[in-house]
Nanobody
């Protein structure tokens, strides 16, 4: 029903910036979906990075990225973004975009099981 495609990953030096994009096709109008970004490093569990509500009025970040990453969305373009600044080697991971069609309370943004649809992921590598 919904396909999510991420782009913008790549190799960057520590201290640099990247902007990830996630565009949705199919499904309902984009503003019915809560959106999230997660990441998974080798040998690690998939972890929450950032989330944004249907209207963009509510935004949530993992403590590890607060002050460095910014999530946003453009519902007309059916796209959500993750601006990543001051990147660190520990940010290296595959980054996944996710969409959720259910009712989201604050705690739901942090949980992989809250989301119905996932992208294929995009690799972000930060060198020292």
């Amino acid at each position: 029903q919904v396909q999510l495609v991420e782009s913008g990953g790549g190799l960057v030096q520590a201290g640099g910036s990247l902007r990830l994009s996630c565009t949705a096709s199919g499904g309902r109008t984009f503003n019915v979906y809560a959106m999230g970004w997660f990441r998974q490093a080798p040998g690690k569990e998939r972890q929450f990075v950032a989330g944004i509500s249907r209207t963009g009025a509510s935004i949530y970040y993992a403590d590890s990225v607060k002050g460095r990453f910014s999530i946003s969305r453009d519902n007309a373009e059916r796209t959500t973004y993750l601006q990543m600044n001051s990147l660190k080697p520990e940010d290296t991971a595959v980054y996944y975009c996710a969409a959720g069609s259910g009712i989201f309370y604050t705690n739901n943004y942090y949980t992989t099981g809250s989301y119905d649809y996932w992208g294929q992921g995009t690799q972000v590598t930060v060198s020292s």
